[in-house]
């Protein structure tokens, strides 16, 4: 039954997301093991657990877009090809990026080891003390 409404709804969403991750035997769940379980760049949720459900949806239509590992390699791609140590707020304006998307995956991929934190100094692009980002030697 469909409820009416803005409560409604949003309870019926609520609902559907927990049963969607509450269900370990989902039939489109793969296992811990398998190629797609997680792809390079979408290990950890990109959404915080406070916040609204709203937020978790849009989370997951971005994953499954590939938008987020899309971002990802794009940004990872232009730092190994400019090494030297940038602000995110450098990064994008320089490689052409969304400002805030940047700064987005920075943690993610720091997560994973591609890109680490180098220090803080005054952000060419923005004009204020900023956390630099390099790229992790492999």
């Given at each position: 039954?469909?409820?009416r409404?803005?409560r409604?709804i949003k309870?019926?969403i609520m ?8 269900t370990?035997s989902s039939?489109?769940q793969?296992?811990l093991?398998?190629q797609?379980?997680?792809s390079?760049?979408n290990?950890?949720p ?11 949806l849009?989370a997951e239509?971005?994953e499954r ?5 899309r ?10 090809a ?5 602000t ?9 990026f969304?400002?805030?998307?940047v700064?987005?995956?920075?943690s993610?991929?720091t997560r994973q080891?591609h ?7 005054l952000c060419?692009a923005?004009?204020?003390e900023?956390v630099?980002?390099a790229?992790?030697?492999?």
């Amino acid at each position: 039954m469909v409820a009416r409404g803005p409560r409604g709804i949003k309870l019926l969403i609520m609902a559907r997301h927990t049963q969607e991750v509450a269900t370990p035997s989902s039939a489109n769940q793969l296992g811990l093991f398998d190629q797609k379980s997680a792809s390079r760049f979408n290990r950890a949720p990109i959404f915080a657990k406070r916040d609204p459900v709203t937020s978790k949806l849009a989370a997951e239509s971005i994953e499954r877009s590939g938008a987020v590992s899309r971002q990802s390699t794009e940004i990872l791609n232009y730092m190994r090809a400019h090494p030297q140590a940038q602000t995110s707020a450098e990064i994008a304006q320089r490689g052409g990026f969304d400002r805030h998307n940047v700064g987005r995956r920075m943690s993610a991929l720091t997560r994973q080891g591609h890109v680490k934190r180098e220090g803080v100094r005054l952000c060419g692009a923005c004009g204020r003390e900023c956390v630099t980002w390099a790229v992790v030697a492999k």
